[in-house]
C-alpha cells in the first residue's frame, strides 16, 4: 500500500525557533496533501491543503504566516512553524491521496512538537 | 459532508467481534462512508469503505443499513493491538486531483480487553 513518511518524529526547540517537519509519499505522487494538528485527548483539526506547485489553502483560523507550507514536487510537502511558541506545542500530522484514485488518505506516523 | 454521531466509547473482550456503530442520517446520495483508526500516539489508518453495499476486507467489515442513515464497522475478532479510536466520517470519495478533505469528529474509543 501507499507508505507517507515524516521527519521528524519527535522534535523539542526553545521559544522563539523555527522548526520545519517535512512529510514524504515514498511509493506515489501526491499532487495535494493535508496537514492536520491534534492536542491531547481532541481529534484531528485541518490546518491546510497543500497543493504541488500552488499556494496552499489555509483553514479558517489558522495563521499562514506562522505555518508556512511548501509543496514543491509531487513527493514533498514541508510544514514550518515559525517563532513556535508553547501553545504550538502538538502532534502535526499530514496526509496524502493518491491522484484519481478514491478518496481515502494516506497519513504520515506524525511529528510530536514541544516547544519549552 | 453529512455529520456523523459515534459513542464516544466502547469496550470488547479479545477475541470476540467488536461492532461499532455510526449514525449518518443527513448522508446525501453521492457520498461515501469511510472507517479509519488511530492508534496511540499514531497516524490514522484507513480501514474502510463503502456506498450502499456492504464491504469486506482483510481487517473489517462495514454494513450500510438500506436507508444508509447508519453503519456498523465489525472487528470480526478483535484483539489487543485493535484497541485505537475509530473514526467513522461519510464525505465524497474523489474530485478534482483527489483533493476531498475530511472532517474528523471525536470517535469512538475501542479498548479490546484481555
Known amino acids: 500500500g501507499a507508505v507517507v513518511s515524516q521527519h521528524p518524529s519527535r522534535v523539542i526547540c526553545k521559544s522563539g525557533t523555527s522548526v520545519k517537519i517535512e512529510c514524504r509519499s515514498l511509493?506515489?505522487?501526491?499532487?495535494?496533501m493535508f496537514w492536520y494538528r491534534q492536542f491531547p485527548k481532541q481529534s484531528l483539526m485541518l490546518m491546510a491543503t497543500s497543493n504541488e506547485g500552488s499556494k496552499a489553502t489555509y483553514e479558517q483560523g489558522v495563521e499562514k504566516d506562522k505555518f508556512l507550507i511548501n509543496h514543491a514536487s509531487l513527493t514533498l510537502s514541508t510544514l514550518t512553524v515559525t517563532s513556535a511558541h508553547p501553545e504550538d506545542s502538538s502532534f502535526y500530522i499530514c496526509s496524502a491521496g493518491l491522484a484519481g484514485g478514491p478518496g481515502k488518505q494516506y497519513f504520515g506516523p506524525g511529528t510530536r512538537l514541544t516547544v519549552l | 459532508d453529512a455529520k456523523t454521531t459515534q459513542p464516544p466509547s466502547m469496550d470488547c473482550a479479545e477475541g470476540r467481534a467488536a461492532n461499532l456503530p455510526c449514525n449518518h442520517s443527513?448522508?446525501?446520495?453521492?457520498?461515501?462512508v469511510y472507517w479509519y483508526r488511530q492508534i496511540h500516539s499514531q497516524g490514522p489508518q484507513y480501514i474502510i469503505h463503502?456506498?450502499?453495499?456492504?464491504e469486506t476486507n482483510e481487517m473489517a467489515s462495514l454494513i450500510i443499513t438500506e436507508d444508509r442513515k447508519s453503519s456498523t464497522l465489525i472487528l470480526p475478532h478483535a484483539t489487543l493491538r485493535d484497541t485505537a479510536v475509530y473514526y467513522c466520517?461519510?464525505?465524497?470519495?474523489?474530485?478534482?486531483?483527489?483533493?476531498?478533505?475530511?472532517?474528523w469528529g471525536l470517535g469512538t474509543s475501542l479498548a479490546v480487553n484481555p
Open positions: 466520517i461519510a464525505t465524497q470519495p474523489r474530485n478534482a486531483g483527489n483533493n476531498r478533505k475530511l472532517i
Open positions: 443527513t448522508i446525501s446520495g453521492n457520498e461515501y
Open positions: 463503502g456506498l450502499k453495499n456492504n
Open positions: 511509493d506515489f505522487q501526491a499532487t495535494t
